[in-house]
């Protein structure tokens, strides 16, 4: 049995839970949120969006299949720290090159185990997200609430800047190219331009400062805004480029923080949900179709619609999480009208928005859940017909057959 050192871990509210060191023995601090995904683990740790957060697994077995080279979602593990129940002593899987735990040990990722995951788990749902902090080198609670206290909250957080790519890449399509986006890299995952790329979809990731010029120089038939951390409420920048893209009708598609940039260019708001949405268990209404999907879901903050909606005349839903509102009318923006095309059935909070008359539209969960489920992946080939229909349209008004509207002149 593997000696492991005493560690503790204390929330900014003084509650405190002790357990023993996992991965690397040191000291640190983030937002502690819980994830209910029973697997996928590996694609959690390596997710840009859970940059500065410290993950608590629901699930009490963590570890049991390793890790490989395969299923990273970037270069590295991104979370701040790690919380989980009973540890895998062995890693088996016919895939697996190596432990968990001495990953996160070689990439200095601090955790603690043998901690009741369920308690802390209830505690943050009925308290909400907040700081934490985790040491296997202090074990004096207080001193550390201390320090938990003085460390930086997700909300006012700009972090895109410290998880994008520091230079531009190409992830050719597979297959017959068809078209060409260019992804805005706010902590985009890898999967993103692995479905696209299935689609006959060439994508061209640039760095979160890139310009419209910049991503259009690249032959973008496209603009894709990518999931990522932090607060959207800070991401002025990509917020006006978005503006930019809706003014010139270049087609868009958001994901998660994606979807909260372009909620912003489109004139709404945002805000801190209680405890978030992280999983792969999500139900989802897709009013298009009726259809309910089960979505994997990685966000603190999502796309208040309420003020817009509450004018239309729109009702509160019964029991809509953190006062979100959910109308079915359309909604006028500066950029035409505006549809709630998601909507989260556990606490029917946004998650999706589809423009009537710009090409753009958005979903704040993951339709590119590399651990799936994979009930959402559909929005890919949504994408890639907005992509086709605009060109349509533009080929038609360049051969005069259509007016500024897109109406036939036939």
Known sequence: MVKRRPAILVLEDGRTFSGEAYGSVGETFGEAVFNTGMTGYQETLTDPSYHRQVVVQTAPHI??????????????IWVAGYVVRDPARIGSNWRATGGLEDRLATEGVVGISGVDTRALTRHLRERGAMRVGISSVDDDPRGLLSRVRQSPQMTGADLSAEVTTTEPYVVEAVGEHRFTVAALDLGIKRNVPRRLA??????????????????????????????????????????????????????????????????????????????????????????ATGKVEVT??????????????QRLGAVQAPGAGDGAVVPDQVIDTDFGGVRVSHVCLNDNVVEGLRAVDVPAFTVQYHPEAAAGPHDADYLFDRFAELIEGVGALDRRQSEGRTDSKGRSNA
Do not use: M, W
């Open 63 to 76: 570890g049991n299949t390793g890790v490989n080279g395969e299923d990273d979602e970037s270069g590295r």
């Open 198 to 287: 299935v689609r006959g979809v060439t994508t061209h990731v640039l760095p979160a400062s890139s310009s419209i010029e910049e991503l259009l120089a690249t032959g973008a038939d496209a603009i894709f805004l990518s999931p990522g951390p932090g607060d959207p409420a800070t991401a002025d920048r990509p917020v006006a480029l978005a503006r930019e893209a809706l003014q010139r009708r270049v087609p868009l598609f958001g994901i998660c923080f994606g979807s909260q940039i372009l909620g912003r260019a489109l004139g709404f708001g945002t805000y801190k949900l209680g405890y978030g949405h992280r999983g792969i268990n999500q139900p989802v209404l897709d009013r």
């Open 296 to 309: 994997s879901h990685n966000h603190g903050f999502a796309v208040d619609v309420s003020g817009r909606g």
